[in-house]
T-cell receptor, first 112, second 111 residues
Framework: SQTIHQWPATLVQPVGSPLSLECTVEGTSNPNLYWYRQAAGRGLQLLFYSVGIGQISSEVPQNLSASRPQDRQFILSSKKLLLSDSGFYLC???????????FGEGSWLTVV | QKEVEQNSGPLSVPEGAIASLNCTYSDRGSQSFFWYRQYSGKSPELIMSIYSNGDKEDGRFTAQLNKASQYVSLLIRDSQPSDSATYLCAVMNSGYSTLTFGKGTMLLVSP
């Protein structure tokens, strides 16, 4: 079966600290991969998407970056976190036909 | 800027009633449309996808699409308290493989 693993599930980080969120997909090959963020009371915002290894498209300029070192691995990073980076981060992947997008369980980030 | 608009709600319906959720979108070239359900504190889960004008039924859920009016809706029949959640409308952007989401409509089903 196709599954999306995302970790860590929750983390509390001080302002200015680095960040690394990891996502892996099982059960499919060459998926499109996505990072979304959902801030409190706001909608889902697309941060990055990737159609292949090393191919990253950024939707929102900010202090976050993404990398895709392997076909089914997607990493979201920051060198220095801001308070405004707090939110619910969701990895997603297109699985199956029709470009249907499914989400991992998400990572709650609180920057203090 | 591609936009997807939803009434934020909350939409309150009694148990057993029909809940009607609506969505409009700005990208006339969009061909794929999705409804996700999100429980508080959880990630969105896919309920329905629809690609052609008309109705698509899956159990208690019916998605409706009218591309000419740029309008998508989701009907939930025999609403249950467990249906209480935020429902997100999503539109696949034409020429890309990304989704634009509405901010969601909160549905409350009272016993």
């Amino acid at each position: 079966s196709q599954t999306i693993h995302q970790w860590p599930a929750t983390l509390v980080q001080p302002v200015g600290s680095p960040l690394s969120l990891e996502c892996t997909v099982e059960g499919t090959s060459n998926p499109n991969l996505y990072w979304y963020r959902q801030a409190a009371g706001r909608g889902l915002q697309l941060l990055f998407y990737s159609v292949g290894i090393g191919q990253i498209s950024s939707e929102v300029p900010q202090n976050l970056s993404a990398s895709r070192p392997q076909d089914r691995q997607f990493i979201l990073s920051s060198k220095k976190l801001l308070l405004s980076d707090s939110g619910f981060y969701l990895c997603a992947a297109s699985l199956g036909s029709g470009n249907t997008i499914y989400f991992g369980e998400g990572s709650w980030l609180t920057v203090v | 800027q591609k936009e997807v608009e939803q009434n934020s709600g909350p939409l309150s319906v009694p148990e057993g009633a029909i809940a009607s959720l609506n969505c409009t979108y700005s990208d006339r070239g969009s061909q794929s449309f999705f409804w996700y359900r999100q429980y508080s504190g959880k990630s969105p889960e896919l309920i329905m996808s629809i690609y052609s004008n008309g109705d698509k039924e899956d159990g208690r859920f019916t998605a409706q699409l009218n591309k000419a009016s740029q309008y998508v809706s989701l009907l939930i029949r025999d609403s249950q308290p467990s249906d209480s959640a935020t429902y997100l409308c999503a539109v696949m952007n034409s020429g890309y493989s990304t989704l634009t989401f509405g901010k969601g409509t909160m549905l409350l089903v009272s016993p």
